[in-house]
T-cell receptor
Framework: EDQVTQSPEALRLQEGESSSLNCSYTVSGLRGLFWYRQDPGKGPEFLFT???AGEEKEKERLKATLTKKESFLHITAPKPEDSATYLC???????????FGGGTRLMVKP | GAGVSQTPSNKVTEKGKYVELRCDPI?????LYWYRQSLGQGPEFLIY????????DSGLPNDRFFAVRPEGSVSTLKIQRTERGDSAVYLCASSRTPGTVEQYFGPGTRLTVT
C-alpha cells in the first residue's frame, strides 16, 4: 500500500527564516511525486512534479528535491504570503490516483 | 482559462438525505478525479474517470456513494442515505490525460450532515 508521511505537521517561521518541509514515501514503483499548496477554504494548487531521484525544481522562494525515499520542499527567505498548508502526493506506475500525506501547515510571521 | 468548478460550494443536509455534488472540469481534460478531505488531513481518492467510464472506483467507501460522467465532461457525485461521517470537503480534479500529468483541483464542496 502506498504511503506518504509529512513532517512537521505545523511549522512557524519568522519572515526571512529559511527552512525545509519533509515528505517520506513508500510506493510500489514511483511514477511521480507532486507538491501542492492549499490555502484555507480552497482546493490544492499545483506547485511541482518530480519524477526521479536527484531531480530538483524551483519556483520563486520554493525548491523541491527528490530522493528514493523522500522529498524536501525548501523555502528560502519566506514571506507571510507563503503561509499555507503544503501537501505532498505520490502517484504509482500502476494507477492514476494520488496518495496524499497529511500536509504541513506553514505560518510565516512578519 | 477557466479552472475546475464545483457546485454547490457548501451543502448542509440532514442525516439520511440524498445529495448530489457537481464538478465541471477544465475544458478538454479527459481524466476526472474525486477526492474527499477531512479536516486537518490530506485528500483521499474516491473515483477516477477516463472519458465517460469509471476506470477506478476503488476509493468509494461503500455502496451509498456513486458517481457518473455521462458525456465525458461534467461529473456528479451522488451520496445516498447520508451519515454524519460523510461530512467533509469533496474535491474534484481534472487532468489533460491520465498518467504523470498535473491534476488541477477545484475549490471543493463542503458537505455538512446534521
Amino acid at each position: 500500500e502506498d504511503q506518504v508521511t509529512q513532517s512537521p505537521e505545523a511549522l512557524r517561521l519568522q519572515e526571512g527564516e529559511s527552512s525545509s518541509l519533509n515528505c517520506s514515501y513508500t510506493v510500489s514503483g514511483l511514477r511521480g511525486l507532486f507538491w501542492y499548496r492549499q490555502d484555507p477554504g480552497k482546493g490544492p494548487e499545483f506547485l511541482f512534479t518530480l519524477y526521479s531521484a536527484g531531480e530538483e525544481k524551483e519556483k520563486e522562494r520554493l525548491k523541491a528535491t527528490l530522493t528514493k525515499k523522500e522529498s524536501f520542499l525548501h523555502i528560502t527567505a519566506p514571506k507571510p504570503e507563503d503561509s499555507a498548508t503544503y501537501l505532498c502526493a505520490v502517484q504509482a506506475r500502476a494507477g492514476n490516483m494520488l496518495t496524499f500525506g497529511g500536509g504541513t501547515r506553514l505560518m510565516v510571521k512578519p | 482559462g477557466a479552472g475546475v468548478s464545483q457546485t454547490p460550494s457548501n451543502k448542509v443536509t440532514e442525516k439520511g438525505k440524498y445529495v448530489e455534488l457537481r464538478c465541471d472540469p477544465i475544458s478538454g481534460h479527459t481524466a476526472l478525479y474525486w477526492y474527499r478531505q477531512s479536516l486537518g488531513q490530506g485528500p483521499e481518492f474516491l473515483i477516477y474517470f477516463q472519458g465517460t467510464g469509471a476506470a477506478d472506483d476503488s476509493g468509494l467507501p461503500n455502496d451509498r456513494f456513486f458517481a457518473v460522467r455521462p458525456e465525458g465532461s461534467v461529473s456528479t457525485l451522488k451520496i445516498q442515505r447520508t451519515e454524519r461521517g460523510d461530512s467533509a470537503v469533496y474535491l474534484c480534479a481534472s487532468s489533460r490525460t491520465p498518467g504523470t500529468v498535473e491534476q488541477y483541483f477545484g475549490p471543493g464542496t463542503r458537505l455538512t450532515v446534521t
